[in-house]
């Protein structure tokens, strides 16, 4: 990680593109108890550069907005920096913001409301399958898109710690609802994603992760499986269920709207308290990413898995997995 120090300092908007748009921590200092003193900003740029011409003028986009952990913020731009020695993360302009990505309805309180009615995630018998997979008293597992914690709850009671991974605020109040209403104290809530969460402590037994992983572009499962085999012991199992399409592209046609045609004829965008609307599954195909069983067994041995168990389902559209970390 490239690291840029700062001191109390004042410059112009115009010089901010020469700063590494990569990940920098930026630390803020003052000189001893008085005000800050002018200083200057230095950095590790490598041969990173921001294309951007110099002759543009400076607007608010080309400003950094450094928050602080008690909520203050100081703006860089011939303005003084309020609070000193804080971390800020900046991530390059390349990095995918998973809550873009997440579906409109994960984002939607209403729909998070009538989400357990809609869906159920069988929690019971996953957590059968992970406890014959070694699931025990002292297991650690992250869970990857908890939604509203059915799995979550349920695994929970059964393990040393769970680690509930989502990017969606009103899904992770609802978690954390639930969670204090079952007297858990064993589940760490992060709002975070596949490529944002960063995994601490002891590696895990277990990754789960159930209909979310289809919220990332192929590229973006790529790096996420390779993540996710990185926070996995020697030997862990990611268990990997999803919207997969186990077809070959010229079947596409008759097997999508095979599956649309399975739901509630209603109006776009009308809530329906249970099941999925035709509109909902025809969102689905046409804005979200879910991809070929045969890319996405290609990534998961890519990134170094062992495929134990690949189950379709007969409509082709769904696959689950077991994947153990070689």
């Known amino acids: 990680m490239q690291r840029a120090n ?29 005000p800050p003193a002018n200083a200057r900003i230095s950095t590790w740029c490598g041969r990173y550069r ?9 607007t608010d986009q080309n400003l950094i907005l450094l928050r602080s952990a008690c909520g203050q913020a100081g703006r860089i731009a011939g303005t003084r920096l309020l609070r000193p020695w804080h971390t800020v993360e900046m991530k390059p302009g390349w990095m995918l913001d998973e809550r873009v990505t997440a579906g409109r309805e994960n984002l939607d309180a209403d729909h998070v409301a009538r989400y357990d009615v809609k869906e159920d995630a069988n929690a019971a018998d996953e957590v059968a399958l992970l406890t014959e997979l070694g699931l025990n008293a002292d297991s650690i597992e992250v869970e990857f898109g ?10 929970a009671a059964l393990c040393a710690r769970v680690v509930a991974v989502d990017v969606s605020p009103p899904m992770l109040a609802r978690l954390r609802s639930n969670i ?4 858990l104290d064993n589940v760490d809530v992060v709002e975070s ?23 990332l572009p192929d590229f973006w499962k790529g ?19 999803d919207v997969v399409y186990n ?17 509630q004829d209603s109006a776009a965008f009308e809530p329906l308290e249970d099941g999925w609307g035709r509109w909902e599954l025809e969102e689905h195909v046409r804005d979200e990413h879910s991809t070929y069983t045969w ?13 134990e168990r690949a189950e379709y389902s007969a409509d082709a559209m769904f696959a689950k997995y077991i994947l153990r970390r070689n």
Not at 146 to 155: M, N, P
Not at 297 to 307: D, H, K, P, Q, W
């Open 247 to 263: 077809f070959d592209p010229c079947d596409a046609t008759e097997r999508i709207e095979a599956w649309c045609s399975t739901g």
């Open 6 to 34: 700062l001191t109390y300092s004042t410059f112009s908007a115009h010089e901010l593109p020469n700063l590494n748009p990569g990940m920098a921590q930026v630390h803020l200092a003052t000189l001893g108890d008085g």
């Open 193 to 215: 994603g596949f490529v944002s969460y960063e995994h601490s402590g002891t590696l895990a037994d277990f990754v789960y992760s159930r209909y979310a992983m289809h919220h």
């Open 223 to 241: 790096v996420a499986l390779a993540r996710i085999h990185s926070m996995l012991k020697p030997g862990g199992v990611l268990r990997l269920w």
């Open 146 to 155: 908890v939604g509203t914690g059915q799995f979550t709850l349920a695994v």
């Open 295 to 307: 890319v996405l067994e290609a990534m998961c041995s890519r990134v170094g898995f062992t495929i």
């Open 50 to 58: 921001n294309p951007r011409p110099r002759h543009r003028r400076p």
């Open 180 to 183: 204090a209403s079952a007297g």
